[in-house]
C-alpha cells in the first residue's frame, strides 16, 4: 500500500499574549502570516515548515523542554540586527564545537527559547 505523501509540517505553540507574538514573529523576525485563525496564527517559516500560535490564557509562563530552531548562514547578521532592535540575547553567538555548529540563543515573548545556528 502507497502512502499519500505528508505535504506540510505546522507547530503549534500557546501564547498569553498573541499581539506580542505576533509582533515578535511578524515585525522582528520576518516571517509571513500564512493564515490567521483569529485566535490563532500561523507563520512560513521555510518551504513548507509553519510555526503556530494560539492564544491560550492557561498557557505556561516559561515552557520548558523547547528549542525552536531556525538554520541561517548568517548568524550573526541576525543577531546584530535583532539586537539593534532591542532584543535580549541568553547567548551571543559562538561554535558549538560538539555539534560542529555556530548559534545563538535568544526567548520570544512566551518565553520559548530560540536558537538560531548555522552547521558547521
Known amino acids: 500500500m502507497q502512502r499519500t505523501p505528508i505535504e506540510q509540517q505546522i507547530t503549534f505553540l500557546y ?6 507574538t505576533a509582533d515578535f514573529y511578524e515585525r522582528l523576525l520576518g516571517l509571513a502570516l500564512w493564515r490567521d485563525q ?3 496564527r500561523i507563520y512560513q517559516v521555510a518551504g513548507n515548515g509553519l510555526l503556530g500560535f494560539c492564544l491560550r ?3 505556561p509562563k516559561c515552557p520548558q523542554g523547547i528549542i525552536l530552531c531556525l538554520v541561517t548562514d548568517d548568524v550573526d ?3 546584530e540586527t535583532l ?3 532591542g532584543v535580549i540575547f541568553e547567548k551571543p553567538p559562538g561554535l558549538n564545537p560538539t555539534y560542529q555548529i555556530y548559534h545563538t540563543f535568544l526567548r520570544d515573548p512566551n ?3 530560540i ?3 548555522r552547521f558547521e
Open 38 to 40: 483569529g485566535d490563532c
Open 77 to 79: 547578521g541576525w543577531y
Open 57 to 59: 490564557l492557561d498557557a
Open 111 to 113: 518565553g520559548y527559547l
Open 115 to 117: 536558537e538560531i545556528q
Open 83 to 85: 539586537k539593534a532592535q
Open 15 to 20: 501564547t498569553k499574549d498573541l499581539a506580542a
